[in-house]
């Protein structure tokens, strides 16, 4: 096999944060998938982890903005621009443009698709790959997609759960819901204004889920104190959040995530879900590591549920994965395209 040129990096678009890979040195960059506007001119200030703590707190100078909502890009001008920064800031002044491998949700139309891949070329790729993000999160995890017996993967992410079953290297059955870790913390910031009618911001909701957020009920309590703003007086209050509450406002979002990976389930070939039963299923994706979400699966679909290590990066390690083993690539049928390919996409979309 002739040797491709220049830097090969794969792209975990996530809807909470973005992570890099590049072959043969492993995740580089882990940055928040947010931007910072100029509110008149839409100019972009500063990306990533510099922006994150300004949420909630930004001037009125500046627009803060998520250009991935769900699983979906919703402000494809800032993904450019990320896009492009992250190449030029690993690329630096090399000669050859890199090969690119961006991941989807697996709910993503084909116009969605064409259209990430002529934004990656636009951005400075030489060439660009798409990838679904369950067979990535499979790969993340260690699994062996090649084996025969049915393998179920459930990727809880920022903004969408993919499920998913693999058999013979291929994905059997997929479903993504638009469901996952900012629903949850949308749930929190609504259960406490119309609870104890506080108002609270998207950084503290997520750092109350991160540090006392469960699946299921639990005893002892886990409790933090946290400040907001009354949502009558508008004055600046404090108080103690527990983790009853917390499992009371996200018990609906947990339902239908459980909901998800049952229709998957109820999809399945018997042969397969055979095979799952005796496997269990994996779990991936920053959901993950919500406290008691494999017990709430286990109770609620009877499987064994394993958390994969580091699952918040097994997307990101996934791409590594096929990066570092070309034979993946041929497996589960991924094409690159280029800058030609795409002209040519275009001037048969145009006749």
């Known amino acids: 096999m002739i040797p491709i040129p220049g830097l090969q990096i794969g792209i975990d678009l996530g809807t909470t944060s973005i992570l890099v890979y590049v072959k043969g040195r492993g995740i580089v960059m882990q940055e928040a998938s947010v931007a910072a506007l100029d509110a008149k001119t839409g100019e972009v200030r500063a990306l990533g982890n510099a922006v994150h703590n300004m949420v909630g707190r930004n001037p009125e100078s500046l627009r803060v903005v998520h250009p991935m909502r769900e699983g979906v890009i919703s402000d494809f001008t800032v993904i450019h621009a990320m896009i492009a920064h992250y190449i030029k800031k690993l690329c630096g002044r090399r000669v050859f443009k890199p090969t690119v491998m961006i991941c989807m949700p697996a709910s993503v139309t084909g116009l969605e698709r064409s259209a990430i891949l002529e934004l990656a070329i636009a951005a400075g790729a030489a060439r660009a790959c798409l990838v679904e993000e369950p067979l990535a999160a499979a790969l993340g995890a260690g699994l062996n997609l090649t084996d025969p ?11 969408t759960t993919d499920v998913a079953v693999f058999t013979m290297g291929a994905m059997a059955i997929a479903r993504s819901a638009k469901v996952a870790g900012n629903a949850l913390e949308d749930a929190i910031i609504r259960y406490l204004r119309r609870e104890r009618d506080v108002v609270i911001g998207q950084l503290t909701s997520e750092a109350v889920k991160m540090r006392i957020g469960c699946a299921r009920l639990r005893s002892p309590e886990l409790a933090i104190n946290i400040r907001g703003q009354s949502y009558t007086t508008r004055m600046p209050v404090k108080l103690e959040v527990n ?20 229709a998957v389930l109820e999809e399945t070939p018997p042969e397969m879900a055979g095979d799952i039963w005796d496997r269990g299923l994996i779990l991936t994706g920053g959901g993950a590591l919500l406290r008691d979400i494999d017990l709430m699966l286990r109770a609620e679909t009877g499987l064994e ?39 040519e996409f275009e001037r048969n979309r145009n006749l």
């Open 243 to 262: 983790s009853t509450e917390t499992y009371l406002a996200m018990r609906e979002r947990l339902r239908d995530v459980t909901e998800a990976v049952r």
């Open 149 to 159: 017996g049915g393998q179920l993967v459930v990727d809880i992410g920022g903004g």
């Open 305 to 343: 549920v394993r958390v994969a290590r580091n699952p918040a990066q097994c997307v990101a390690l996934g791409l590594g994965r096929i990066l570092e083993d070309a034979a993946l690539l041929r497996e589960n049928s991924l094409m690159f395209r280029t800058d030609d390919d795409i002209g």
